[in-house]
């Protein structure tokens, strides 16, 4: 058992419970001399200079509790250091968490309201997932993970409150439908494979029998087509591609849209010029959005949102783009539109994101006034 005080993100009692896999009370503490600030490259908090850091004290903290605290902290490069708290009129020695790598907080105070409105259900079904790994990785192999644990669960999210009503679902099937009978997670790294077996109603009101289903569970991404409505032209990306490259494609390199995941806080309209500007260092002006999809539903959780951004192409260039950190090398060619859609009836482009744009946007160009 050991004392630990907490002034940040799992001060949200939901959370707290999720991570420590039981309820943790505590009472109000103070740390003195420090205020908890905003970190400049994020909402999240950090301790700083201050006139006393308000948080809670958590006494006797089970054994099996703070393995699993530090557990979770640890997948956030997050260590042990040791404080003074003062609590009813006493001083305590408490546990804290603080950063491996040292943050600079910025100049606004962190609000744990203001975390809970923006950021707290992402976290909470964040930390289900990270959770589930307790025992079977250590730290730092989490801390590997948590990027795309918490795409999966911002995607999760997304799902749950961005369904639009679909006119032609006369079935009237949902969620409700399916019954899990038993659940596994045999891989997760960058992608999570679940292993699940169900049964679902069927539209003659019957049930299935129970089947075994296998799928890969990814972020939300977007793909961007710029499009220069003045020139006619468009601005493509050339870059290696793993899966063709599984499948045997003698030449795996593919020529397709702007694309990349979402990150967790970001709208799709957001990824999309952030990709842009990576990629291809352009600057978007407006955003037509073509809608949602899921490239391949049989057996994969991802879903795009693809746009058509409209802007600037002055020149019939090659140029080059990506990022290093993500091992990116990627070749830009802006083309005439009406090449693109001759090589597209040729069948010589095989990115379904690309296909479903250019098709769109042929449609929206016949159209008196639709760039204007």
């Not at 995607?155 to 032609?168: D, V, Y």
């Not at 961007?224 to 870059?239: I, K, T």
Request: net charge negative; charged share 20%.
């Amino acid at each position: 058992m050991g004392d630990l005080f907490l002034f940040g993100t799992l001060l949200d009692d939901a959370l707290r419970h999720i991570v420590a896999g039981c309820d943790l009370s505590g009472v109000a503490a103070v740390l003195p001399g420090h205020g908890v600030w905003r970190a400049a490259g994020g909402d999240y908090p950090l301790l700083g200079a201050g006139q006393g850091a308000t948080g809670l004290l958590l006494r006797n903290v089970p054994g099996a509790a703070l393995a699993r605290l530090h557990f979770y902290e640890a997948g956030f490069d997050y260590r042990t250091g040791l404080v003074e708290v003062a609590t009813g009129g006493a001083m305590h020695a408490a546990t804290v968490y603080l950063p491996a790598t040292p943050a600079l907080p910025g100049g606004a105070p962190w609000a744990l309201e203001d975390w809970q409105a923006g950021w707290g259900a992402m976290t909470r079904a964040a930390a289900e997932e990270a959770m589930s790994f307790f025992g079977v990785i250590d730290g730092a192999a989490l801390r590997a993970r948590m990027p795309t644990i918490r795409m999966r669960a911002a995607a999760r999210l997304r799902a749950a409150a961005e369904k639009p009503a679909t006119p032609w679902h006369l079935g009237g099937l949902d969620r409700g439908a399916v019954q899990v009978i038993a659940a596994r997670h045999p891989y997760t790294s960058y992608f999570s494979v679940d292993e699940i077996d169900l049964t679902h109603r069927r539209f003659d009101g019957t049930r299935s029998g129970r089947m075994t289903r296998e799928g890969f569970l990814m972020g939300d991404a977007v793909t961007v087509l710029p499009y220069d409505a003045v020139r006619d032209r468009v601005l493509l990306v050339e870059q290696f591609r793993f899966g063709m490259y599984l499948r045997g494609d003698p030449a795996p390199w593919s020529l397709e849209p702007v694309a990349g995941r979402i990150d967790p806080g970001e709208t799709p309209e957001q990824a999309a010029r952030r990709e842009a500007q990576e990629e291809a260092g352009l600057t978007l002006d407006r955003l037509l959005p073509l809608g949602g999809h899921y490239p391949s539903p049989a057996a994969v959780s991802e879903y795009l949102f693809s746009f058509v951004a409209l802007c600037d192409l002055p020149d019939l260039a090659t140029g080059s783009g990506g990022l290093a950190s993500k091992h990116e090398d990627i070749r830009t060619h802006v083309l005439p539109f009406a090449q693109v859609l001759d090589w597209a009836d040729q069948g010589a482009l095989e990115n379904t994101p690309l296909l479903f744009t250019l098709n769109w946007l042929a449609r929206q160009r016949a159209r008196p006034g639709a760039f204007a």
